[in-house]
C-alpha cells in the first residue's frame, strides 16, 4: 500500500469531491421528516434548487441515483410502444435508450462517433419525416460523461420548432448542470434530468426531474402505470415542503443546501 500524503482529491467525471462544509452539514441529527422544521428547509431547497436549473416551473427531487431520475422522466411521460428519437453521443446516451427499450418504448437512435455532441439538423432532418408526429420526445444527453462532449440544447429545441414538431423535449443533464451552462427556461427544454454527484458537488444518492407545463400535461394523459416516480404525487406534496417517502438523502440535501 503507497503511502499517500496530502488530502485525498477525487480526479473523476462524478461523483465530485464534496466540500467539508456539507459534510459537517449532513453530519447533523436526522430530523422529523413530518415536523415544521423539515417543511421549512424542503421549501428553501425546492425553490433555490429552481435558480440552478434556470426555471420558475416545478423541479421534484427524488431520493434515488440519476438512473432512477432517467426512469422517472421516461415512466411520467411515455407509455409502452411510443416512439422517442434518441441521439448516440456516448455510453450514457446508450444506456438510457436501453432503459427506454425495456420500458417497452420504441426508440430510434440516430448513430453517432462517441466523438461530438448532437447535430441539431440530423434531429430536424427525422422530425421533418415523421410527418404523422409519432414520435413523442426528443431524449438527448447534455454533457455525455463518458466522452466530454457537450450538446447544443437551445439549438435541439429550434430544431424542433422548425420541423413545427410537437415532441418533448427530454435533457439529460446530470453532468451537465452545474458544471457548464444549462438554462431549462430559456432553452424551451421540457423534461430535465439531473443527478446530486456532478456538478453539484454532493454525495451520489439525489436525482432531480425539471419539468415544463407541457411535460405535465403529457403525464396527465398517457405515461406508464407509476407510483414511486409518480410527478403528481410528488408536487401535491412537495408544495407543502414535504415527501410522501422518508427521505434521509433529501434531507441531506435540504441540510447542505442550507449551509451554502
Ligand atoms: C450523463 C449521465 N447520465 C446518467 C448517469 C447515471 O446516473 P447514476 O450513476 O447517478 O445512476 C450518469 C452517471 O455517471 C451520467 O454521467
Not at 432512477?68 to 438510457?96: C, I, K, Q, S
Request: charged content about 20%; overall charge neutral; aromatic content about 8%.
Amino acid at each position: 500500500m503507497p503511502h499517500v500524503t496530502g488530502r485525498h482529491f477525487l480526479q473523476i467525471p462524478g461523483p465530485s469531491p464534496v466540500p467539508d462544509r456539507v459534510l459537517r452539514a449532513m453530519s447533523q441529527q436526522v430530523i422529523d421528516h413530518r415536523g415544521p422544521e423539515f417543511a421549512d428547509l424542503g421549501l428553501n431547497a425546492l425553490a433555490a434548487i429552481k435558480s440552478i436549473f434556470k426555471t420558475q416551473q416545478d423541479v421534484i427531487i427524488y431520493p434515488s441515483s440519476g438512473t432512477g431520475a432517467w426512469e422517472a422522466a421516461l415512466a411520467n411521460v411515455l407509455r409502452e410502444g411510443d416512439r422517442v428519437l434518441m441521439y448516440e453521443t456516448g455510453h450514457f446516451a446508450t444506456l438510457w435508450k436501453k432503459m427506454a427499450e425495456k420500458l417497452g418504448i420504441q426508440a430510434e437512435f440516430i448513430g453517432g462517433d462517441w466523438r461530438s455532441g448532437v447535430d441539431p439538423a440530423v434531429i430536424e432532418e427525422h422530425l421533418r419525416k415523421d410527418s404523422g408526429h409519432q414520435i413523442k420526445a426528443v431524449c438527448v444527453v447534455h454533457n455525455e460523461t463518458s466522452t466530454g462532449s457537450t450538446s447544443p440544447i437551445a439549438e435541439v429545441r429550434r430544431a424542433i420548432d422548425n420541423a413545427g414538431h410537437p415532441a418533448l423535449l427530454m435533457v439529460d443533464t446530470i453532468s451537465g448542470l452545474g458544471s457548464v451552462d444549462f438554462r431549462f427556461d430559456e432553452w424551451g427544454v421540457d423534461v430535465a434530468v439531473s443527478g446530486s454527484q456532478k456538478g453539484l458537488m454532493l454525495p451520489p444518492g439525489i436525482s432531480f426531474n425539471a419539468v415544463s407545463r407541457k411535460a405535465l400535461d403529457a403525464a396527465a394523459q398517457g405515461g406508464t402505470r407509476r407510483s414511486y416516480w409518480d410527478w403528481k404525487e410528488m408536487l401535491d406534496i412537495t408544495g407543502k415542503g414535504y415527501f410522501p417517502i422518508p427521505p434521509r438523502p433529501t434531507c441531506s440535501t435540504v441540510w447542505s443546501m442550507r449551509s451554502r
